[in-house]
């Protein structure tokens, strides 16, 4: 196994899950897909895995979404009874609203000002978001800015209207 | 920008303000930036506001989270999964039943199939239960060799199952067209995971896979299973079966002789059955952290090797309570993962 695949594996894994989740919103799809691009990468061995794995997972959860349309049809069947499947405890409840929230605001910003906040979070540097988004390096600083500044409205103003979260 | 001494005169924008909170600022501008915040209030006040508007953002999107998981080892990854002992033994019902359901439904549903054979429907069942050599080239340049074998599972049906219930195996065979058209359908997805663990059997326990017209299918159903009722299921399993509760529960059916092995089949419509196979958790299962008994666990982080090995095919397996559930049907590998997850302890008997 090379070694260089292993320690971006041990490193970035984790942030991977978090920044698949975040276009899929479901934790296990996400680290399905985020072992996935990890197993692509041990194929290809790309130069420069790191960035050629945050590639690789934008186009799995643009897949996923698509695929997930298509599957909707088969689970509007289950959707009858959601709730019988699993009753969450109050703090889930909670913390499920939260999530709903944070991915209508998410949804607030414009595609690439979204990415480029999804790759910070996912602890890229402006260089790497550079290359990764097609922007320049000294645009990076004001897109985060205005991504950030749009974030936190967004989601101030779901939190009060509660109109974003219906639609999340 | 950030070079005015004067400060109100010309002020940093939000975008330098940012990326030097980011650290990502190139230091020449950051030391002109940091003499220019010295003499500048204005600044200062916005440097502040940035900094609680960057955290405020970093907790808003941290909220949403994943629950984190140890990452599988990388080997792990690299490795096509291999089958549990639980598949080895049920491989060939499987194998056997599909034999006789494709082969009886091309008989009953298409008659005319025999008088106009196409180019790549060969003119003999087109069910061929695969021993592990079968798919060398010899095998594919010789059909006849691998109809012959299709019989003979057929014929080990019959032996296995002498009292295999006709009505069960009618209703095999009806869909099994459709059946088949799904397999099809289906093999895109299904094929990679099958060809990459027949790649790896090389044991001689290794299992039969199917092969359809020539390419890999989906394992079927054990529709020679005696059906058992809800009250005998819940017996052998030691607790409530699991299923899909929002789905009509057509038969429960048990493994022959004392596997402990109940299949639940379950009707998503008219010409869709799945089949949710469960039996109690080996004990090995619940040593790594007792998670066999966690309603929803998740069992993508391996704690220990013995725990990846378990979850041997990770696309349809996983612990309801204290039972080891498999999922199979004519649906995409996505479809029955999903599926798979909603999976749930049936409500118990009025």
């Known amino acids: 196994m090379p070694d260089d695949i292993a320690e971006v594996y041990r490193n970035t894994y984790p942030a991977l899950v978090r920044f698949l989740y975040r276009k899929v919103w479901d934790a296990e799809r996400a680290e399905d897909l985020a072992q996935e691009a990890f197993a692509r990468a041990l194929i290809h061995r790309p130069e420069n895995t790191r960035g050629w794995l945050f590639v690789v997972a934008a186009n799995m959860a643009r897949d996923e979404a698509r695929r997930a349309a298509r599957e909707k049809r088969h689970l509007t069947l289950l959707k009858s009874e959601p709730d019988a499947v699993h009753t969450a405890p109050e703090e889930s409840i909670d913390a499920e609203t939260r999530t709903k929230r944070v991915r209508a605001a998410l949804d607030d910003l414009t595609p690439r000002d979204r990415e480029a906040l999804l790759l910070w979070d996912a602890g890229m540097s402006y260089d790497e978001i550079a290359t990764q988004t097609g922007l320049a390096r000294g645009a990076i600083g004001t897109t985060l ?24 | 920008m950030q070079d005015g001494k004067e400060g109100s005169m010309s002020h940093v924008d939000e975008g330098t303000l940012h990326a030097y909170l980011d650290g990502e600022l190139p230091s020449a501008e950051r030391t002109s930036l940091e003499a220019h915040l010295a003499d500048c209030a204005t600044c200062r006040a916005t440097l502040t506001e940035e900094r609680a508007l960057r955290e405020r953002a970093t907790a808003v999107l941290g909220s949403a989270r994943p629950v984190e998981h140890p990452a599988p080892p990388l080997e792990q990854l690299r490795r096509a999964p291999t089958p549990s002992p639980w598949r080895v033994r049920r491989s060939f019902a499987w194998a056997a039943s599909l034999a006789l359901a494709l082969g009886i439904g091309y008989y009953i549903r298409t008659p005319s199939y025999r008088a106009a054979p196409t180019a790549h429907t060969p003119a003999q069942p087109v069910a061929v239960a ?10 594919k340049a010789r059909p006849q060799a691998s ?15 002498p009292r295999a219930d006709t009505t069960t195996v009618q209703v095999a065979a009806a869909p099994a067209q459709r059946v088949a058209d799904s397999l099809r359908m289906d093999a895109r997805s299904v094929s990679g995971a099958l060809v990459a663990r027949a ?21 079927l159903t054990p529709t020679t299973w005696p059906v058992i009722n809800r009250r005998v299921a819940r017996s052998i399993l030691g607790e409530e079966p699991v299923g899909l509760p929002g ?53 993508r982080g391996y704690a220990t090797e013995d725990q990846a090995r378990e979850r041997s095919n990770p696309r349809f397996g996983r612990f309801v309570k204290g039972l080891r559930v498999e999922i199979t049907g004519p649906l995409s590998t996505d479809s029955l993962n999903r599926l798979l997850e909603q999976v749930a302890p049936l409500p118990p008997l009025p």
């Open chain 2, 247 to 299: 789905l009509a529960t057509r038969a429960f059916r048990r493994a022959p002789g004392t596997d402990g092995t109940v299949v639940v089949e379950q009707v998503i419509d008219s010409s869709t059955v799945i089949q949710i196979f469960q039996r109690p958790a080996y004990p090995y299962d619940s040593t790594g952290g007792g998670y066999a008994n966690e309603g929803r666990a998740r069992v």
């Open chain 2, 130 to 139: 695969d021993n592990r050599d079968a798919a060398t080239a010899e095998d």
């Open chain 2, 147 to 161: 109809a012959r074998r299709g019989a003979r599972a057929v014929n080990e049906v019959a032996k296995v199952a």
């Open chain 2, 199 to 219: 790649a790896q059997d090389r044991s001689p326990a290794a299992p039969t896979s199917i092969i359809v017209d020539g390419v890999p299918a989906r394992q």
């Open chain 1, 145 to 168: 800015a205005r991504a950030r500044r749009r974030l936190v409205e967004a989601y101030d103003a779901g939190r009060e209207g509660g109109q974003h979260v219906a639609r999340g």
